[in-house]
């Protein structure tokens, strides 16, 4: 889709790497399994079921916290640590109750939110969902010329689990979790959520390859959440501060110094023996202190003396949020439960994922909503990119070479322009559609999609497509029924209509394994010989004789400070990365360099590295860095070649080279699911 002559080029030119020398259990099964779980994936040759060992984030079908105890042929056997069967057990206590509810947000104007529907304790995955990234969005669409305002609210930029290495830019939509829980500076209780890349759902030779995103993302409570309380993640201060409008809306900080003032405040013995208007000038004294500049400080702190000292007695928020904990009579009559399925691999060959009914669901109940980004078609084509003069990639031509991922997650039809994204766990639901011939199913559709019951449509579904489009809010939503009783375990299905069906037939009667298979790697695969500490990393002269697969690359976490201790500089060198390069070497003691989950460090993140040296344990290297994408360094601004000594082996990490990972596939499915005719206004 590059012209790969000018831009990989390039892009390997800053990317030197050290591998280029030159049946799913039933819930039911699964509640009364004990100590140890075995997960069979069924052969390539079968006509069903699982294509390869699939795995997936922390669910009901997979073993959380586990250790690799063996694995043989098709079968892996893992062994449950001892701390996660009782997790297990209080799981199984609770699945039939709904713990995750969409409902109006407690932040005035902000939408849905997401409420806890059960206590959870601190560290406990609380919420899971898909990342689908989109690859150079930006530059396919001219950056801010066609890019669409509502698309952006509900992407995140990609830095986290090495996702930033799939092209020249990379934006992540999180579904489900993440595209609901908003931002609060203070009330914060969702970790940075953590991204998983599992590229070993589906077998080189699957039809499957790149049709699905390969992404996980899994949700963690960072502090003991109390049961009807909304959640809250942090989307960076920078996301607040760089939005239209939000110049004095406070942020974390401000929320510090505002409580340290109410503190200085309440704490003073000359305010509490003041009379009321003393204390309100003292408050008004103590405002005016803080300068004029400081507006998002102060408009945390009330004029009232009585708000004041409710606020010290009860939280910063007591009274901004008042509703942030909502009775469960409240969220059951105003709320849609949000984990009635639960990620599995599916049981159609080449689905990668499916969705599992975590509980009863009888016919005529929603199993899911499905809120909808309305955005046009031709924001996901993908056209030729070239470097403009800032080094940036930027569409060359309008030659449509292909579409996004997320396509094959948005609903669509032949006479609009207009796609309807998803971005809920029904993202998981995979199609099923009977033959017209027999009436024998296979794969029966046991779930419909309609309209949604809980939004209101009427004016959206009368408006031109063409004014809808420039609509930068969320308008419509279905949702997914059940057509009949589904037990706990069964997969969930619906038709995704005639056009995609055929679709799909013709792409998996036509797909060839691409000649670039040829020596390809899993990233998956490589990290588990990275994990395993008997299985040394290959430097470069090993790499010689036993080169890695051609599209894998190594990286090494680090991060800037102005504290590490330099071992020595300016020798000067041969570089065994290219024997035409002499460079000025510069060393320090890389043992310190271990990943840190939300790492707040300054530029701390993985880094294009070479593996020059082992240690004779095999448990620390020395490598060296290379800067990338135009991240700013202290050691390529001075022109020196940064080397870490002692670098210890899990810092080394295993990603694909820019543009080779299987959703860059020319050859890869793509096709939005079927909207129904009688579900496409006329004005569309």
């Not at 849905?112 to 206590?119: E, H, L, N, P, Q």
């Not at 992540?172 to 890349?197: K, V, W």
Request: hydrophobic letters at 30%; aromatic letters at 12%; charged letters at 25%.
């Amino acid at each position: 889709m590059l012209k790969l002559s000018v831009i990989f080029n390039q892009l390997l030119a800053r990317l030197v790497v050290g591998s280029d020398p030159n049946g799913i259990e039933t819930l039911s099964r699964y509640l009364n399994t004990k100590s140890s779980y075995n997960f069979s994936a069924a052969p390539e040759s079968a006509t069903d079921g699982l294509v390869s060992e699939n795995s997936t984030s922390s669910s009901l079908f997979t073993a959380k916290n586990t250790t690799l105890v063996k694995s043989t042929g098709n079968t892996t056997t893992f062994e449950m640590q001892h701390s996660e069967s009782a997790s297990t057990l209080e799981h199984a206590k609770h699945y039939h109750e709904c713990g995750i509810y969409l409902a109006p947000s407690s932040i005035e104007n902000a939408g849905f939110g997401m409420y806890a529907g059960r206590d959870y304790a601190a560290n406990h995955i609380v919420g899971e969902g898909l990342g689908i990234s989109l690859l150079d969005f930006g530059g396919h669409n001219e950056y801010t010329s066609r890019s669409s305002a509502l698309l952006g609210d509900y992407y995140w930029a990609c830095t986290s689990e090495l996702c930033d290495f799939e092209a020249y830019d990379v934006s992540m939509m999180n579904s489900n979790f993440g595209a609901f829980t908003n931002d609060h500076p203070y009330e914060r209780n969702i970790a940075e959520p953590s991204l998983h890349f599992r590229d070993s759902m589906v077998d080189h030779h699957s039809p499957g390859r790149g049709a699905f995103t390969y992404y996980d993302v899994t949700y963690v409570s960072s502090k003991e959440i109390q049961k009807g309380s909304e959640f809250f993640m942090d989307y960076g201060d920078q996301w607040t501060s760089e939005r239209e409008g939000f110049d004095d809306y406070p942020i974390s900080q401000n929320y510090v110094e505002a409580e340290k003032v109410i503190r200085s405040i309440v704490s003073d013995p000359h305010y509490r023996e003041s009379t009321l208007h003393d204390k309100e000038t003292m408050i008004q004294r103590a405002k005016q202190d803080l300068g004029n500049d400081e507006v998002a400080t102060k408009s945390l702190i009330p004029d009232s003396a009585g708000d004041l000292e409710f606020l010290f007695q009860n939280g910063m928020t007591s009274l901004s949020l008042k509703d942030r904990i909502r009775s469960m009579d409240w969220l059951k009559d105003n709320g849609i439960c949000m984990d009635n399925i639960q990620s599995g691999p599916s049981t159609i060959r080449d689905a990668g994922r499916g969705a599992f009914a975590m509980r009863f669901m009888e016919k005529g109940s929603v199993i899911a909503p499905m809120p909808l980004l309305h955005v046009n078609k031709a924001y996901f084509n993908m056209y030729e990119l070239a470097p403009d003069e800032d080094e940036d990639l930027d569409r060359d031509g309008d030659k449509v070479l292909g579409h996004q991922q997320l396509i094959n997650y948005c609903f669509g039809h032949e006479e609009t322009t207009m796609l309807l994204c998803s971005f809920t766990s029904a993202n998981l639901i995979n199609h099923a559609r009977c033959s017209e011939g027999d009436g024998t199913c296979k794969f029966e559709p046991n779930a419909a999609y309609r309209w949604s019951s809980w939004e209101a449509h009427e004016k959206w579904l009368k408006m031109p497509v063409e004014r809808l489009l420039k609509k930068e809010q969320r308008a419509l939503s279905l949702e997914i029924v059940a057509l009949r009783d589904i037990d706990p375990g069964e997969e969930i299905l619906f038709d995704y209509g005639e056009a995609w069906d055929k679709a799909w037939a013709e792409h998996s009667r036509n797909w060839t394994t691409p000649p670039s298979s040829l020596g390809y790697g899993r990233v998956s695969d490589m990290r588990t010989t990275a994990w395993d500490s008997k299985v040394p990393i290959r430097t470069l002269n090993e790499l010689k004789d036993q080169p890695y697969p051609e599209n894998i690359v190594t990286v090494c976490y680090y991060w800037e400070s102005s504290l590490h201790d330099h071992v020595y500089t300016n020798v000067t060198m041969r570089s065994m990365d290219s024997p035409n390069e002499f460079i000025t070497k510069r060393v320090i003691d890389g043992s310190s360099f271990f990943p840190i989950h939300d790492d707040p460090r300054p530029n701390s993140r993985y880094w294009p590295c070479s593996i020059y040296e082992r240690s004779d344990d095999g448990r620390s290297y020395t490598v060296r860095l290379f800067a990338y994408q135009g991240h700013d360094t202290s050691w390529s601004d001075t022109g020196v070649a940064l080397f870490l000594e002692n670098f210890p082996k899990e810092s080394i990490e295993f990603v694909h080279k820019p543009y080779t990972s299987d959703q860059h596939l020319s050859s890869s499915f793509r096709h939005p699911i079927g909207l129904r005719d009688d579900m496409v206004p006329p004005k569309w």
